[in-house]
């Protein structure tokens, strides 16, 4: 009998190119070093992938992972990892989604996969309990993310869930998303265009097995105190009504709503794109993820006759990426873009992003082409234009970074961290998003840390009482940021790793790290403690970083791009305000326990057991 039942004992393998598939044992002590999820990933990424990879080559691996609390009564607890080495940095490359399809790959008796090598033709994967097959797939070829699926499940039968890639990851956009449950989406990484390198279209998966928990009424009580705590927070009437579309209106209001490129942080047209306006005019029920009582998505509609849908609704990131960004100020445009993002499996950030530096090269009169801001029209035909490689799309297609090295003079407003185009908040006006921004380990990325205490309305009281700081509740603010963040890097990796919802988690701060040792204490039946689960997220944080230092990243670039470093922004509250990261940066090597180039000492590695 296995010692705890939260895992299924099984990382299963399927080698693309040899046809094979195995199974091997998830070992015991990793659980207690890297919980599952985000860290057994990176473990498993560090092993089997060499320094040299390239990231679209057969030696890449693309590894599906869950962690122990996918699949059971914990609240928001349908989440998985994606992770591979990453063609936009060339560094790790972990994205995390929601859904159906978490659970289902547990149910169907695996905790992970792992899949190898190429296929010589387009395939899926079939994974039913312990049968395992690869089919070739020549009727999905082209197809978009909603036909794939369509298709499969007709054959497969509706209960079957599916991740797959649309035309984008076939034809290699570094930016392109695997996409399951339609719209829930592994973005940002560029894994899209790692599994269309390997051929796969899709992994169907049906399991029929039970996720056990040792400690069952105990754990059954902590579930529903969790669902009071969820349901008592402050944030939980207007999450569950808006949800991320909410922080458009806290963006604009601090005057960090990224506007035509991040040239502006207050945009004219805001109320256009307001969570009120997705609402009231667009908004027809609300969506939850497996086992989620804050249903935080949109399904929506647009009855413009030019965009007309039903389907899944925009988070705030695609909000501003593909509106204010590119100046675009009409929901039914941004619906009909996200859609179509969904349905190319493109990340919206990444696209939005791509075509707004664009359009700031063609202001500029850096690129012989015409690109307008607030053009909707044209957005939507790059999107199409992007996915399929046409034309302009074929360039865009390589995102801001490549993009940048053959546009002279645009440096300085091409909007990556490490070669990830920049998440849609505006860093001058959270400081605290801007060190995490600066230096998280899959680049240009706000989920690595979130730290919205600063954004959400704590008082200085609160901001002593948890980081000892009253200072670091104050947005605009460099000071007593560095603890906060840390806790924060930290938080996010176990919520990643134990497979739970950071909006049910650390972003609202309903639940914090004892209510999780809690419910994995329950779960396996052995005590886990908050201090233990912290240093998971501290461990797996600094093996992130030794994988990335090993795959020759330069810790220089812990940057931003130069306009938030150098370029004041010219009205709003924020007006004035640039970032001062040379104020917070070699604090956080310190407290980080990393020397001061930025690589983790000998000495923290050895208190973490990791080797160098
Ligand atoms: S909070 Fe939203 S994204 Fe998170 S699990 Fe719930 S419905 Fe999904």
Known sequence: MRDDKMYQDSILYVDLAQGKSWRKEFPPPWRRKFLGGRGLAVKLLADLVPPEADPLSPQNALIFATGPLTGTMAPSAGRYTVEAVSPRTNLVGYSNSGGHFGPELKYAGHDALVVLGRAPELSYILIEDDEVEIREAPFLKGKGVFETVRLLQEEHGGECQVACIGPAGENLVLYAAIVNDLWDVQGRPGLGAVMGSKNLKAVVVKGSRDVEVRRGQEFFSKVLECYQKIRADKTYPDF?????????????????LST??????VFELYENISSHRLHQKHTLRKKACFGCILHCKNYVKVDDPRYIFRGGGPEYESIVTLGSRVGVGDLNVILKANDLANDFGL???????????????????LIPERLEWG?????????????????????????????????????????????????????RTGKGFALGEAVANRGGDHLSHLPNFELFG???????????NPHCVDPYTEKGKVPMVLWHEYFAVICDSAEICKYTTFATYALLPKDLAELISYDTGEEWSEEELMEIG???????RLFNLKRGMDPRDDTLPARFLSEPLKEGPAKGIVVRLEEMLPEYYRQHGWDERGHPKKETLERLGIEG
């Open 240 to 256: 569950s009504k808006y949800g991320t579309s909410l922080i458009t209106d806290i963006a604009q209001a601090s005057g960090g």
């Open 260 to 265: 035509r490129n991040g040239q502006q942080g």
């Open 347 to 365: 990340d919206t950030i990444s696209a939005g992003t791509s075509i707004a530096f664009l359009m700031e090269c063609s202001q500029r009169g």
């Open 375 to 427: 053009d909707g029209e044209l957005v939507l035909e790059l999107l199409r234009k992007i996915a399929h490689r046409e034309g302009i799309g074929d360039f865009l297609a390589q995102g801001v970074k490549r993009m940048s090295e053959e546009i002279a003079g645009s440096e300085s407003f091409a909007l990556h961290v490490k070669g990830l185009e920049f998440p849609a908040f505006d860093p």
């Open 458 to 468: 704590m008082t200085p009281k609160e901001g002593i009482e948890w980081f000892g």
């Open 538 to 544: 501290e461990r797996v944080a600094n093996l992130e």
